[in-house]
């Protein structure tokens, strides 16, 4: 199985053991620094976004007001709102600017080839999904990320565009009014703005669930970059 | 391509790879008490900064129909302590000062001489609800332009009947749809919303749309930005 992005390997002899090992450089450092500043950043939005949603836990009108299920103040960060939005104003730029990078990294390195889900992936998304939920066989892989993991992530990327582009219509409505109309206006946006985030919490338990079942190799190479003993090197 | 190493190189490969993303861990410093006001101050202030170089003033803000504004029964009552402060409205006059070629007391009569602008705007509260509302008044760069105010001034500063201020920069306070507002759904404004004269600002956020003003200052020192905006939230909040 090779790599559809060709990496630098180092190998080397544990001298205690004599057993060989192999380690895959997978996550160049730009990635790491996005990623770990990116979901800092997320974790915060969510917080920060949840205390600034119980100043008005609705999406219907004021008067009256009919409150939507309220969630416990302990989840939140910032204390009151304008704390929240503090929080929420600061970390949206990292969260901007960190996405944007890692983004714009991706497709100069070309390396977002090896990431961005593809119509020829979609057939291989169910049998991914049998395996890991439904005790299926492994399905032949022949990249280093599979179809669902394609799926996961490119859908991560979506959602990081549409929740800036939802935020943008919150917070300016009026010099973003264009994009307002596209999303179907400004109580829309609101709308679209939570899902999103919803959308967001799925995918993060997916994730943390699968980083888990992937064993500390796996977890480490987004620290240090390199990955021993990758799957894909027999 | 494959290279071979050492079991000691390989360590010292990883340790410096990980090493190189300490900078990562300043973003703790959010996390630490002492430094975490003056942090959140600053991206707030950034965050003003960006917002304000979104602001164009020749972009309007969104206007309805009269189907689309809600029945004035279902347009909230908003303040921070009392509804109707009480405003004496048979001798009210607004106190003008700063920079400006002509200071002193303005009445009710003298705004309502500049051209009246009626618009349906769309009021949108920090907290998160908005309302569609029917507004009328002055222009507010009509009524600068009456009290000779400086146009290369940096800010607007209104203070209320209610002990209320705000702040409004002076790009946003000539924005066309920027009002003296005395009118709401074609009568005068009531006391619960505003009487005599509010700002109506459909660029701003809610709070910066102040009640019963009571005097006006055009100025490029602040000492205090506005009540909400004192106690931390944004100063520039335009929408």
Redesign the interface.
């Known amino acids: 199985m090779n790599p559809a992005v060709p990496k630098q390997i180092m190998s080397w002899e544990s001298p205690r053991t004599g057993i060989g090992v192999r380690a895959a450089y997978e996550h160049p450092f730009i990635v790491r620094a996005c990623h770990w500043l990116n979901s800092v950043a997320l974790l915060v939005l969510i917080a920060s976004g949840l205390r600034i949603y119980l100043a008005f836990p609705s999406f219907g009108p004021k008067i009256p007001q009919h409150n939507f299920p309220t969630i416990p103040k302990q989840l939140t960060i910032g204390g009151w709102l304008g704390g929240a939005l503090q929080w929420h104003f600061t970390f949206l730029w990292i969260y901007i600017a960190t996405g944007v990078i890692y983004v714009g990294y991706q497709i100069f390195s070309g390396n977002l080839r090896q990431v961005l889900f593809m119509p020829r992936d979609i057939r291989g998304v169910w049998p991914m999904a049998r395996h890991y939920f439904l005790f299926g066989a492994k399905p032949e892989l022949s990249e280093p990320y599979n179809p669902l993991q394609k799926l996961a992530y490119t859908s991560a990327i979506l959602l990081g565009i549409l929740s800036v582009l939802t935020g943008l219509v919150l917070m300016s409505p009026v010099q973003f009014s264009f994009l307002g109309i596209l999303m179907g206006g400004f109580h829309m946006a609101r709308v679209w703005h939570f899902l999103i985030m919803i959308a967001f919490l799925l995918f993060l338990g997916g994730h943390l669930v699968m980083v888990i079942l992937h064993g500390w190799n796996n977890f480490v190479s987004m620290l240090t970059g390199w990955k021993k003993d990758p799957e894909y090197l027999s | 391509?494959?290279?071979?190493?050492?079991?000691r190189?390989?360590k010292k490969?990883?340790?410096r790879?990980?090493l190189?993303?300490s900078?990562?861990l300043l973003?703790g410093a959010?996390a630490v008490p002492t430094v975490q006001e003056t942090?959140?101050?600053?991206?707030?202030a950034?965050?003003d900064w960006?917002?304000s170089q979104?602001?164009?003033k020749s972009?309007l803000?969104?206007t309805f129909s009269d189907a689309e504004v809600?029945p004035i029964?279902?347009?909230?009552i908003n303040d921070y302590d009392v509804d109707d402060p009480g405003v004496d409205l048979a001798a009210w006059k607004l106190k003008v000062s700063g920079d400006v070629a002509n200071p002193g007391e303005y009445t009710l009569d003298q705004i309502q001489e500049l051209p009246r602008q009626r618009q349906n705007t769309?009021h949108?509260?920090?907290?998160?609800?908005?309302?569609i509302g029917r507004f009328g008044g002055a222009r507010l760069s009509d009524f600068l332009q009456m009290i000779g105010a400086n146009p290369r001034a940096k800010f607007v500063f209104v203070e209320c009947a209610d002990d209320y201020y705000t702040t409004i920069d002076m790009a946003t306070a000539m924005h066309p749809q920027s009002l003296m507002c005395y009118e709401m759904y074609d009568r005068p404004l009531t006391r619960e919303h505003g009487a005599p004269v509010r700002l109506s600002i459909?660029?701003k956020i809610g709070y910066k749309n102040a009640k019963y003003l009571t005097s006006l200052r055009v100025t490029d020192v602040l000492t205090k930005q506005g009540y909400?905006e004192d106690?931390?939230?944004?100063t520039y909040y335009?929408?």
Not at chain 2, 1 to 7: A, F, G, I, L, Y
Not at chain 2, 39 to 44: A, E, H, S, T, W
């Open positions: 391509m494959e290279v071979p190493v050492t079991e190189q390989a490969i990883r340790r790879e990980l190189k993303l900078p990562v973003l959010f942090l959140l101050k600053k991206g707030l950034f965050h960006a917002a979104f602001f164009r972009h803000a969104p809600v029964e279902k347009f909230p769309r949108i509260c920090v907290e998160g609800w908005d309302v459909p660029t909400w106690q931390g939230y944004s335009g929408i």
